[in-house]
Every structure is written in structure tokens, then in C-alpha cells.
């Protein structure tokens, strides 16, 4: 058996240039690939069909930003901030402690655990992080272990410095043995660039040797308050400045001219309780937007796209459509990727229905199970 129809989709979501929203359709995936999408009525007779009962289809979602590869939770961190304790940077010691000290198997099956759940909740594609190891060898490992999952690794050295050790120094093992260890298991490097982390001069320093070693750029900026992190995304050409939630009017032209990506991460605000990123800002000024859960024990211990869809809808100004768009296409955009995030003719037929018979029940009905990824 070699293709598929899937017919009787009461909605399709498809982001092709001409149909991106289809109604009463069908579509024929080949192969791993969409060959064929349109009206219900007109389908080519294809191998086998996958009738969904008038449900709506959309592209799997593409999580773009999480920090999977950790040991330990945070709970107790986060009732004490729900008690009124602010959020800081240096909580990322405790996972950095408990990631060491667990072994290969240990972090691969904590890998494993949130890659199964977030698939269950529709994320076919996502981007992981090292970041808690920060030594040459735990950042290696976690890397090693992440790309086990996903093509799409990106090496985080430069998350935070380590207790006991300057800024100077960290940056030159960074730079140094650590990239020259992580390069072969890493796509992407980052930097938090952030008060308390790394300032624009260090992060320059990482994401320029980093592109040296043939890894290309995203940058965790503006964050927890203004600062350079957007700047220097455009300057150095980064696929995606992560965060944006404190910016200035030259902070969103710099995004709108250079076409960096602003990753919202609505999971953050909402686990740290603080305010929003402005989407309808950055949406209305021509920025594209891609929507993540940051996935993370300590300020977003969220795997859930539709959860960070219904937080975009309701706290950030966006539609329905727009979050949803975000979510799947805008993820892409921001991993550089037209092969997912839509289910144009040609794309990868990463397929996920909806128990509803519109996307907008995603943020409607926040909470509720809905999507999940067509068996094969
Ligand atoms: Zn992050």
C-alpha cells in the first residue's frame, strides 16, 4: 500500500499559497509526502482511505524552542514563585546540577517521555537544546542523546556560567573545546543573552565562532527585560530572536528589516507570571512570528503547542488563525524548514486531526485533548 486518501476533512489547514484553509476537502499523501489536496469530491482514488468523519486537519505543529535534555524538576521553585517570589536566571543551577549528576540512559528516557507527549498533543517537529550540562562533556552528551530525536539540535553552552568560573573563561571554553565537541551533533547555536547570563559582546563572541564551526545562530533575547539580544540577532543574521517580550520601536523595525524571527513563548509568562509578548504588535509591523512552549523544568515546564496557541489567543492579541499559523508554519519559518509546518503539495505529510470540526477549537476549548497526529 503505497498512498493514502484521507478524505472527508470537514477543514483543512494547508498554508499553500492559494488554499492555506479548505473546506469539506480531501488530500493524498504518498510515501511520507502530500501529493495531492482539494475538494472532497474530486480526489484521485489512491491505495487506501482514512475517512475522519468531518474533522478538521492541520499541520503537525513545529516546536521550535525547548530545553529537553535535563534531569529533576522544579516544583518546589514554582510554588515558592507562586507565592510571590520573582523569577531569576541562576534557577537554571539546579538543573544544570541534577543533569550531571543522571546518566546517559537516564536523560534519553527523559527525552523520550516528552517527545511521546508532545507528539500525542500533535508536534511532529522539534527543535532541543543542550544547556544544562555546561561542561565539555555533559554538553556533548546532551546533544548526542537530543539528536537521537530530532535533526534539529542546537548547542546552548552559553546558557549560563557556571558557579566558580568568570565570564571570560567560560566564553573561551565555550568558544573552544565545547564547540568543537558539540558541532558534529548541533544545527543551530544559541545564546541567552540576558542581565545575569551573557552580555552582547560574549554572545557576539559565541554565535560568531559558532558560525565559524558551521552552526547557524538563534539568540534568547529580551526576555526578562530590554537589552541587545534582538540587535545582535539581526546583526548577525540569526534564524530566530526568542522571547521578544521587552522591546523598544527599534527593537521591532530591527525584526521587520532583517526578517529575524520572533519566537513568542507565551509558557514562560504564563509559569513565571509575568506580562505577555505584544504578537499584535510585531504581527501588525510585518514581523513573522513563531509560537513555541520553551519546554523547560524551570520557567516553562510545558510541552503542550495547543496550551501556548489558547495563551496566544487570549493574553497576546492574536486570532485563532494567526496563532495557529505560528504555531505550525511560523515554526518552520524559524527553523528555516518548507518541507513542515504546512500541508502543501510536496510537503511532508505530517498530518494531526482534530477531535473538532474547526482549529479554532484549539484555543476555544483550552485544556481539552484535541489533537493528535494521523496513524499511518
Ligand atoms: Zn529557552
Redesign the pocket.
Known amino acids: 500500500m503505497t498512498s493514502v486518501l484521507v478524505t472527508n476533512i470537514g477543514e483543512l489547514v494547508t498554508w499553500d499559497d492559494e488554499r492555506p484553509v479548505l473546506r469539506d476537502a480531501a488530500l493524498v499523501m504518498e510515501h511520507g509526502k502530500v501529493i495531492w489536496i482539494g475538494d472532497r469530491t474530486q480526489a484521485p482514488d489512491a491505495d487506501a482511505v482514512r475517512d475522519v468523519s468531518g474533522a478538521a486537519v492541520i499541520p503537525g505543529f513545529v516546536d521550535s524552542?525547548?530545553?529537553l535534555v535535563f534531569a529533576g524538576d522544579r516544583s518546589a521553585e514554582f510554588e515558592a514563585r507562586m507565592a510571590g517570589r520573582p523569577y531569576e536566571a541562576g534557577g537554571i543551577r539546579t538543573t544544570v546540577a541534577a543533569t550531571r549528576a543522571a546518566t546517559d540512559e537516564q536523560l534519553a528516557a527523559n527525552v523520550a517521555r516528552h517527545v511521546t507527549a508532545m507528539r500525542a498533543q500533535g508536534t511532529t517537529t522539534v527543535e532541543i537544546?543542550s544547556?544544562y550540562g555546561l561542561t565539555v562533556r555533559d554538553e556533548a552528551r546532551s546533544l548526542a542523546i537530543a539528536r537521537q530525536v530530532t535533526e534539529e539540535t542546537t548547542f546552548?553552552g552559553a546558557h549560563v556560567v557556571p558557579d566558580d568560573t568568570e565570564v571570560a573563561a567560560y566564553v573561551d571554553l565555550v568558544t573552544g573545546p565545547m564547540l568543537e565537541a558539540c558541532a558534529p551533533h548541533a544545527r543551530w547555536i544559541?545564546v541567552?543573552c540576558e542581565k545575569g547570563a551573557f552580555g552582547a559582546d560574549e554572545a557576539r563572541t559565541v554565535l560568531g565562532a559558532g558560525q565559524a564551526a558551521g552552526l547557524q545562530p538563534r539568540v534568547?533575547a529580551n526576555q526578562l527585560g530590554p537589552g541587545p539580544g534582538v540587535q545582535l540577532a539581526a546583526e548577525v543574521g540569526a534564524a530566530s530572536a526568542?522571547?521578544c517580550t521587552h522591546l523598544d520601536d527599534a527593537d521591532v523595525a530591527a525584526l521587520v528589516d532583517s526578517g529575524v524571527v520572533a519566537g513568542l513563548?507565551p509558557g514562560?509568562e504564563f509559569s513565571t507570571r509575568s506580562p505577555y509578548p505584544d504578537a499584535r504588535r510585531l504581527i501588525d509591523a510585518g514581523v513573522t512570528v513563531a509560537l513555541a512552549t520553551?519546554c523547560?523544568p524551570g520557567?516553562?515546564y510545558t510541552s503542550s503547542m495547543p496550551f501556548c496557541i489558547a495563551l496566544a489567543v487570549r493574553e497576546m492579541g492574536m486570532t485563532p488563525l494567526e496563532a495557529l499559523w505560528s504555531a505550525t508554519r511560523g515554526g518552520a519559518f524559524s527553523l528555516r524548514r518548507d518541507d513542515v509546518g504546512n500541508l502543501a503539495v510536496g510537503a511532508k505529510a505530517d498530518l494531526v486531526v482534530l477531535d473538532a470540526p474547526s482549529y479554532v477549537h484549539l484555543a476555544y476549548r483550552p485544556g481539552v485533548p484535541l489533537a493528535s497526529p494521523l496513524s499511518s
Open positions: 524552542h525547548t530545553h537544546k544547556g546552548l544559541d541567552f534568547h526568542d522571547h513563548l514562560v520553551d523547560n520557567s516553562s
